[in-house]
């Protein structure tokens, strides 16, 4: 199980051989470097948690994070800790995600699916998005339904819903945002 512990100010102070092999770079690398900054989205969602756990207002932290900067583990749940040994604020336990086979399928989406699934989940029409996406409506709603069926949800609800679970879009931030890492090229 991977486990890592950081320091005062978040900074990574040390892990065990599972933790560097989730992250893909070795301890010289990465030893003394900021924890947060290691996960490609939602830095300062994490941050902000990671301080509340060390500053002692929560026991503890659980939550999910899209991967981590270095290309490791696409999905993770972290479990944060406070320690009360010296020099150490948090102890991390890290476990992968694994979804089902269709996560690779849902893994990226086009520049304008990644748009018109932003558009939907801030709440746009099909006419406002057209108006936005210099589209027609009707081109709108066709990539609205080829969406659906790739992410199997019958309406614009259950498909922002699933893009969500999935990790397509960034929780953390408002309005809601596919990751450039997220987009096919």
Do not use: C
Not at 61 to 69: K, P, Q
């Amino acid at each position: 199980m991977p486990l890592a512990a950081l320091s005062a100010g978040l900074r990574l102070g040390g892990g065990n051989a599972a933790f560097y092999r989730l992250l893909g770079r070795r301890p010289a690398d990465v030893l003394g470097e900021s924890f947060p900054e290691l996960v490609t989205t939602g830095a300062d969602h994490l941050r902000d948690r990671l301080n509340r756990v060390a500053e002692g207002w929560e026991q503890r932290f659980r939550g999910s994070v899209n991967g981590l900067a270095s290309g490791g583990a696409d999905r993770l749940t972290i479990v944060a800790g406070r320690m009360r040994a010296p020099g150490t604020a948090i102890l991390l336990t890290m476990l992968p995600e694994t979804g089902p086979a269709r996560a690779e399928q849902l893994s990226s989406v086009s520049d304008i699916e990644a748009k018109i699934l932003q558009g939907i989940a801030s709440g746009l029409s099909s006419l406002e998005m057209a108006d936005k996406f210099y589209l027609s409506r009707q081109g709108i709603d066709y990539h609205v339904a080829r969406l659906q069926r790739k992410f199997k949800a019958r309406n614009r609800v259950e498909l922002v819903s699933r893009a969500f679970a999935t990790g397509l879009l960034d929780s953390t931030a408002w309005p809601p945002r596919v990751p450039e890492s997220r987009r096919a090229s």
